[in-house]
């Protein structure tokens, strides 16, 4: 039987007994490097190996051609952190598993090529399944990891250590049906008292957007998005919206730029706290 008639796709969990495998037989794992090992042996029962190989290589017919497959590690965790859901979070990721809303965490560095004929000697998790709007949100966050936007230098210099505190508590905390920020008006570098004039486009899924109650606690934190930015030197804010994913049309993303957690990071710490991409 091959890959596909066994049931594998982009998404797919590991199977209990094929990460006791991987754990127990450093046969099967011998070329995989030591910090990789480590990912795949410091996986618990309750943790999940989901395959973000794309389809096409995941099923190639040619093992020499595609000899391995991409895992990440997603660990169950008990802390809910608004602020990492929907790829807010260039280098953490939550999401919750329906129905029984079991809580996930993954870091983008828990991540690991396994042998791609593996596959062979068992069926995905039947247990545990991934929406296929979930993969896609796990794969276009991995993906931020080489096309994210960037900001000016001199546009993230004037956002202030009290920014940066007060907007990441509130995200941490509030900022879960927030599905993205974006930035319009801050491209260029530029010099002494020039004046950056913005416009910042918040949004939330279309069933949440129609929410009255989490579609005003929502506009609480833009609302205070807007002031903090006013706050900054050389900064401030043309206008400021919160709108339906429905509402962003193509267009709109060719002048706007996505604004993640990492320029809310102070100055040499590592970000681990900030949106889906079109």
Not at 68 to 94: C, D, M
């Amino acid at each position: 039987m091959c890959i596909a008639q066994l049931g594998w796709r982009q998404g797919c969990i590991l199977s209990k007994n094929m990460v006791i495998q991987l754990q127990n037989n450093d046969e099967i794992i011998k070329d995989v490097s030591e910090s990789e090992k480590e990912i795949i042996k410091g996986a618990n029962e309750s943790d999940l190996l989901i395959v973000v190989t794309h389809d096409c290589d995941l099923v190639h017919d040619s093992f020499e051609n595609e000899p391995e497959i991409e895992v990440v590690l997603a660990r169950s965790v008990t802390t809910e952190n608004a602020s990492r859901f929907w790829g807010k979070n260039p280098r953490k990721f939550q999401f919750e598993l329906q129905p029984e809303q079991l809580l996930y965490e993954i870091c983008v560095h828990d991540r690991v090529f396994i042998p791609r004929k593996l596959l062979l000697n068992d069926s995905p998790n039947s247990e545990r399944q991934l929406e296929a709007s979930l993969i896609k949100q796990v794969c276009l966050w991995i993906s931020k990891r080489y096309f994210r936007a960037a900001f000016p230098d001199s546009f993230n210099n004037r956002i202030t250590d009290k920014f940066k505190k007060k907007i990441a508590e509130k995200f941490k905390k509030k900022g879960k049906e927030i599905t993205a920020i974006y930035i319009a008006g801050a491209d260029e570098e530029v010099q002494g008292n020039d004046m950056y004039k913005i416009i910042i486009k918040a949004t939330m899924q279309c069933e949440t957007f129609e929410n009255p109650v989490l579609l005003r606690e929502a506009q609480s934190i833009i609302d205070l998005l807007e002031i903090e930015f006013c706050q900054c030197p050389g900064i401030d804010v043309a206008q400021s919206l919160l709108v339906s994913e429905a509402d962003v049309s193509i267009d709109d993303l060719r002048f706007l730029k996505r604004w993640d957690y990492d320029h809310l990071s102070f100055r040499g710490d590592t970000p681990d706290e900030i949106a889906p991409y079109p």
